[in-house]
Each structure stands twice: as structure tokens, then as C-alpha cells.
């Protein structure tokens, strides 16, 4: 059984990830696309913008099981692991790319990092 996915309206309240606090916030969704996926997000709280590719998922799930361990370009990284990085903050390994590259989920969009250099 498929779940359906929500749709937002301009306008609406949600709390997600922000690139600028570092920390769950509340957001006001400015746009959004014709399937109702967020396009564009304002944080409540420092006013910084969040933008979104193809309605990417609007949090990063780091908390209940998740420890996250700061990143580290020498280390290993597997699809699901989460990480902190001192730029981006809280994220979520979303594919390993190739052997020594790895796309993350961050607050406001998928960064390419690197993974495993000797």
C-alpha cells in the first residue's frame, strides 16, 4: 500500500532543517511546486532562504538512532549514515556515488562530498 505524499500551500508552517541556524526551525513555505512539493522555504528565525530540487525531503532524520560523527574525508561512509559537516551541518549519506564519492542530504539540498582518501 502506497502512502500519499503531503501537499503543501504557499504560506503553510513547517519545521525543517536550517542551513543558517544549524538547527531544526520553524519555516514559512513561499513556493511550491504544482504537485505541492516545497520549492522554497523561509526560516522564521534568521530569514534565510531554503531552496529545493524535484521536492527533496525537507529534514535530515539525525536524532533516534542516528548518532552523527563529524565528517571525515578519510573515513569510509555507507548509504544511511548520518554526519555533521562544520560548513553544511546535520546530514544523511543518500548514495555512494562512486568509491571515493558519496552524495549527502543536507538542510537545504544534496552536496557531492568526498569519502574514503588514504
Known sequence: ????AEKYAVGDSITMM???CDDEK???????TKLGKISK???????????FNRGVKTSVAVGKGK?????DRNRKYRKGQAMTHSTFGHGEVTA????????????DKTRRLIHAQD
Do not use: N, R, W
Open 18 to 20: 536550517c542551513s543558517g
Open 41 to 51: 522555504a523561509i526560516c522564521d528565525s534568521c530569514e534565510g532562504v531554503s531552496t
Open 96 to 107: 555512494v556515488v562512486e568509491a571515493q564519492k558519496i552524495d549527502v542530504l543536507f538542510g
Open 1 to 4: 500500500m502506497k502512502k500519499k
Open 26 to 32: 520553524p519555516h514559512t513555505i513561499e513556493t511550491v
Open 67 to 71: 548518532a552523527a560523527s563529524p565528517y
